[in-house]
């Protein structure tokens, strides 16, 4: 029978660097293929061992995967994670029995076209932002459906999915939205609402299957990008194109995880 091939990541620091060691000897042992490197066609399971910024490099150092993976929380806020240290032989055992779900966590994406008709396009599974140059407002012509809305003026916009909701789109006032629903929150950042600019001030929420376009104002030489605060600079930015997209990652659940349990255990 094929071994079952696991790439396990780690981000480095100490406990995280024993985990891994600790988690490879064991699976190791009970017939795993275990690597440090990703391969679409081999990979089976993708184990992270860190917190969220760990667990987004990885899901950006693989490309986002197709297999599932699953995080193991080394202390910090730990959204993406269900296994602490400690559970590493219960994990295994419930991998194994198959005692877990997949969440399939929608993804965000922005296409961007500049000038010279080329297109480039960004992946987030948290959020895509837009923001200007510098510490410069930024003015943005935007349209839902190829409906002209508004022309936002403040710092930039804040495209999250459901699963990134509570990161970025939350510090800024956006709402918690429960990863089984499948929309795009648009939360403005620093709005400006004056007789001068006027941008819608809260967030608005967009059904999976209706895109948003984003025109810079003449005047704005240089747009910044950011998917999962990966920045891209474009100058001549024609349009941008923002989205939920096919694509989605295939995130580990073990019996007991509950999004609002998580919520509250990490917020309140
Ligand atoms: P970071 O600046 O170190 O992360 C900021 C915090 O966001 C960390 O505590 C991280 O958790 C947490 N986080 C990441 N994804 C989350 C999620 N889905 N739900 C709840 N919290 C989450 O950078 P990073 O660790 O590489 O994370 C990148 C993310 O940072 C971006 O995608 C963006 O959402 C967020 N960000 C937030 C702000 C802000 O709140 N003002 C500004 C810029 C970017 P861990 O401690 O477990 O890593
Ligand atoms: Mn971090």
Known sequence: ?????????????????RTFETLSDKMSLRGYDVNTEYKDDSTDLIVCI?????????????????????G???????????????????????YESGEYSLQH?????????????????????????????????VHLFISIGNQP??????DGLI??????????????????????????QVTPIAPMNTTAYRSFTSSILL????????????????IFVTNDSRESEYTNVKDIEVRVSNTSVHLI?????DFWSKVKDKFL
Request: hydrophobic share 30%; charged share 20%; aromatic share 8%.
């Open 105 to 137: 966590l929608n993804t965000v994406r922005a296409t961007v076209t500049t000038e010279d008709g080329k297109k480039q396009t960004q992946l987030g599974l948290n959020e895509i932002t837009i923001k200007g140059n510098r510490s410069y407002s």
């Open 207 to 222: 059904p999976a299957d209706l895109s948003l376009g984003v025109v810079p104002e003449q005047r704005e030489n240089h």
């Open 72 to 94: 193991i929380n080394t202390g910090h806020l730990g959204f993406f994670q269900d296994v602490l240290p400690e559970g590493i032989d219960q994990f295994i055992d419930q």
């Open 159 to 184: 495209f999250a999915t459901s699963s990134g909701s509570t990161a970025y789109n939350y510090s800024v006032g956006g709402s918690i939205s429960d990863p089984r629903l499948n929309v795009l």
């Open 50 to 70: 860190g917190g969220d910024g760990a667990f987004l490099r990885a899901i950006h150092t693989c490309d986002f995967p197709s297999c599932p993976i699953v």
């Open 253 to 257: 659940r073990l019996k007991g995880y």
């Open 149 to 154: 809305i508004e022309k936002f003026s403040g």
């Open 1 to 17: 029978m094929k071994k079952t091939t696991v790439t396990i990541f780690h981000n480095g620091d100490d406990l995280s660097a």
